[in-house]
C-alpha cells in the first residue's frame, strides 16, 4: 500500500492547514489548505525546508536549532 498517497488523500480532505516534515526539516506532504495560507502552489514548498519557506531569514537560524532539539 503507498502510505504517502493514503496521507496525501486524507490530508487533502481536512479544511484544516496540514504540513508533513522529514526528519531534516523538509515539507513532504502540504494539503491544499496549507498552501492557500502561504499563497504559493505545492509543488514550490514540497522538498523545501520548513525554515525556508515560513520563518523570516533573520530568524531561520534559531528555529531550524529549535527543529532540530525536537527530532
Same mark, same amino acid.
Given at each position: 500500500?503507498d502510505?504517502?498517497?493514503?496521507?496525501s488523500?486524507?490530508?487533502?480532505?481536512d479544511?484544516?492547514?496540514?504540513?508533513?516534515m522529514?526528519?531534516r526539516g523538509r515539507i #513532504?506532504?502540504?494539503?491544499g489548505?496549507?498552501t492557500?495560507l502561504l499563497?504559493?502552489p505545492?509543488? #514550490?514548498?514540497?522538498g523545501?525546508?520548513?525554515?525556508d519557506v515560513?520563518?523570516?531569514?533573520?530568524?531561520?537560524?534559531?528555529v531550524?536549532?529549535?527543529?532540530r532539539a525536537?527530532?
Amino acid at each position: 500500500m503507498d502510505w504517502s498517497l493514503t496521507a496525501s488523500l486524507l490530508a487533502e480532505r481536512d479544511t484544516r492547514p496540514i504540513v508533513v516534515m522529514d526528519r531534516r526539516g523538509r515539507i #513532504e506532504l502540504a494539503n491544499g489548505a496549507f498552501t492557500s495560507l502561504l499563497g504559493r502552489p505545492r509543488e #514550490e514548498l514540497l522538498g523545501r525546508r520548513w525554515t525556508d519557506v515560513c520563518t523570516p531569514r533573520e530568524r531561520g537560524r534559531e528555529v531550524g536549532q529549535a527543529l532540530r532539539a525536537i527530532f
